[in-house]
């Protein structure tokens, strides 16, 4: 965490109210058994993409901060990932209204009316990514895949959790760590995949049949002097 950055948002994510902005995009149950969110299709696996979606916090971060959750895993297959500096496209909101409604299928996310980063850390969903864990970044809009890094997150029968996920934005670097333990780090010369990537919104983006718990979302900026 870059020196002189501090707590700029806190959502223990333990109840409802706590929620009540958020938006979801795509079909999903949002329920809190345990005193933490927790996350899960409506849709069969079988829907494909149909079956995906995502949850958006409702506000606006600085370009540079830093994102941290707590994850605990409850059953897979399936993928967690976390968008960041989610913005609409041509310098628009998220959530403007003349952005085509999303709906949970990716290619929505990765060449619609956005851009962001995708942070993918728990990818269980196919064979393959279940033989070798790893934690990718993507950047959009377009599918380009920056980083990645071994994924150190056991599958759910060894899981014991919280997993805390740390996400940190500071300049042209963007890392990730869990459990303070360094996973990947990409530099962006804002050329190569496109512009850097101002502040915006972050959001929980499932694939089915997944069922995670999240708790504890938290950013850390740095304040800026009140005058």
Same mark, same amino acid.
């Given at each position: 965490?870059?020196?002189?950055?501090?707590?700029?948002?806190?959502?223990?994510?333990?109840?409802?109210?706590?929620?009540?902005?958020?938006?979801?995009?795509?079909?999903?149950?949002?329920?809190?058994?345990?005193?933490?969110?927790?996350?899960?299709?409506?849709?069969?696996?079988?829907?494909?993409?149909?079956?995906?979606?995502?949850?958006?916090?409702?506000?606006?971060?600085?370009?540079?901060?830093?994102?941290?959750?707590?994850?605990?895993?409850?059953?897979?297959? $399936?993928?967690?990932?976390?968008?960041?500096? &989610?913005? @609409?496209?041509? *310098?628009?909101?998220?959530?403007? %209204?003349? #952005?085509?409604?999303?709906?949970?299928?990716?290619?929505?996310?990765?060449?619609?009316?956005?851009?962001?980063?995708?942070?993918?850390?728990?990818?269980?969903?196919?064979?393959?990514?279940?033989?070798?864990?790893?934690?990718?970044?993507?950047?959009?809009?377009?599918?380009?895949?920056?980083?990645?890094?071994?994924?150190?997150?056991?599958?759910?029968?060894?899981?014991?959790?919280?997993?805390?996920?740390?996400?940190?934005?500071?300049?042209?670097?963007?890392?990730?760590?869990?459990?303070?333990?360094?996973?990947?780090?990409?530099?962006?010369? $804002?050329?190569?995949?496109?512009?850097?990537? &101002?502040? @915006?919104?972050? *959001?929980?983006?499932?694939?089915? %049949?997944? #069922?995670?718990?999240?708790?504890?979302?938290?950013?850390?900026?740095?304040?800026?002097?009140?005058?």
């Amino acid at each position: 965490m870059p020196e002189g950055w501090r707590e700029i948002y806190a959502n223990p994510l333990a109840k409802p109210e706590h929620v009540r902005r958020f938006r979801l995009e795509g079909s999903a149950s949002v329920t809190f058994p345990v005193g933490r969110m927790r996350l899960e299709s409506l849709l069969d696996e079988k829907e494909g993409q149909r079956a995906n979606f995502v949850l958006w916090c409702p506000e606006d971060f600085p370009a540079d901060a830093a994102v941290s959750w707590d994850f605990w895993p409850v059953r897979e297959p $399936g993928l967690a990932m976390m968008f960041v500096c &989610a913005t @609409g496209t041509e *310098g628009r909101d998220l959530f403007d %209204p003349s #952005i085509k409604p999303r709906t949970g299928e990716y290619d929505q996310y990765h060449h619609g009316e956005m851009n962001a980063f995708h942070v993918s850390y728990f990818r269980r969903k196919w064979a393959e990514e279940r033989m070798f864990h790893t934690c990718n970044l993507r950047k959009s809009y377009g599918f380009h895949l920056v980083a990645q890094g071994a994924d150190p997150i056991p599958g759910v029968m060894d899981a014991v959790g919280p997993y805390r996920m740390l996400i940190v934005k500071d300049g042209s670097r963007i890392t990730l760590a869990v459990n303070g333990l360094p996973v990947f780090s990409w530099t962006d010369d $804002g050329h190569t995949f496109g512009p850097k990537l &101002a502040g @915006g919104k972050v *959001g929980f983006r499932q694939m089915a %049949p997944l #069922i995670g718990e999240y708790a504890n979302l938290t950013v850390y900026a740095e304040r800026k002097p009140s005058f």
